[in-house]
């Protein structure tokens, strides 16, 4: 089984804010789940395949 990751897991992972995370879901740019608590999930696989998707930003000096 997949493991399973909260936002604020991810935000950890990813070295950016919970809410951050939290935003990209509501946006739909990142893919999420809830249980049947209603608690929103990450499945590691998928946030692989999103991040390997997300395009880099590359700074203008690289040349």
């Known amino acids: ?8 897991e991810l935000a ?3 070295g950016v804010s ?7 879901t509501r946006r739909g740019e990142l893919p ?15 946030v692989d395949e999103w991040l390997a998707d997300v395009p880099r930003d590359v700074p203008n000096a690289v040349k």
């Open 12 to 14: 950890g992972l990813l």
């Open 18 to 24: 919970a809410e951050t995370v939290l935003r990209w």
């Open 1 to 8: 089984m997949d493991a399973l990751l909260t936002a604020r």
């Open 32 to 46: 999420a789940f809830r249980l049947p608590g209603g608690a929103l999930r990450f499945r590691e696989d998928a």
